[in-house]
């Protein structure tokens, strides 16, 4: 079946603008998360969602980030007035929670931002 | 919250030989521990995981061991292959959601 798809594949924008990167996650895979991998780091954790509530948006670095989720499905990550050091790899995974316990999360191929 | 430390951070090896990779986490109620490989611009593909309940984990040429006392798993990859060349990355899940990862392998791989 399809997997997680992301999109844009690569966004170039000037510092101050506004992106938005969207998530599509495998279908009715429940759970869907945010991650930041700059350039030779792992991947840091930005939000959790459940359905289309956020029990964890810990990693949000600023209020200059947000996240929704509309309809258990496509997510969008929002990113205001952008800084160069916002440079990264978003990543988006989704995962099919059980109930409990830890369940396998499926990664999509990333959205490269690059602000200049 | 959970810290996670991968080392080495870069692994050259022979093919055919065997490449063994270290993770330590800080949290003793983590209770899961995936392994994902990432090639050049591609999202981390899950590669094995395993349960705390678990001691060893295998599948093919790839084993996973953990050693909760010590709070440390491995990754372990025989007869390397150039295919296996790649970044990988450990993680440890502490509760239902957030994986914490470790800052990446590289591995490299030659004929």
């Known amino acids: 079946g399809a997997g997680v798809s992301q999109s844009p594949s690569n966004k170039v924008t000037e510092k101050g603008k506004d992106v938005e990167l969207r998530c599509d996650p495998i279908s009715g895979h429940t759970a869907l998360y945010w991650y930041r991998q700059s350039l030779g780091q792992g991947l840091e954790f930005l939000i959790y969602?459940?359905?289309?509530?956020?029990?964890?948006k810990s990693g949000l670095p600023s209020d200059r980030f947000s996240a929704e989720r509309t309809g258990e499905s496509v997510s969008t990550l929002t990113i205001q007035r952008t800084q160069q050091e916002d440079s990264a790899v978003y990543l988006c995974a989704s995962s099919q929670r059980r109930g409990g316990g830890a369940d396998t999360q499926y990664f999509g191929p990333g959205t490269r931002l690059t602000v200049l | 919250g959970e810290n996670v430390e991968q080392h080495p951070s870069t692994l050259s090896v022979q093919e055919g030989d065997s490449a063994v990779i270290k993770c330590t986490y800080s949290?003793?109620?983590?209770?899961?521990f995936p392994w994902y490989k990432q090639e050049l611009g591609k999202g981390p593909q899950l590669i094995i995981d395993i349960r705390s309940n678990v001691g060893e984990k295998k599948d093919q040429r790839i084993a996973v061991t953990l050693n909760k006392t010590a709070k440390h798993f491995s990754l372990h990859i025989t007869e390397t292959q150039p295919e296996d060349s790649a970044v990988y990355f450990c993680a440890a899940l502490l509760g239902y959601s957030t994986l914490t990862f470790g800052k990446g392998t590289m591995l490299l791989v030659s004929p």
């Open positions: 949290d003793s109620a983590s209770n899961y």
């Open positions: 969602f459940q359905g289309n509530s956020a029990p964890d």
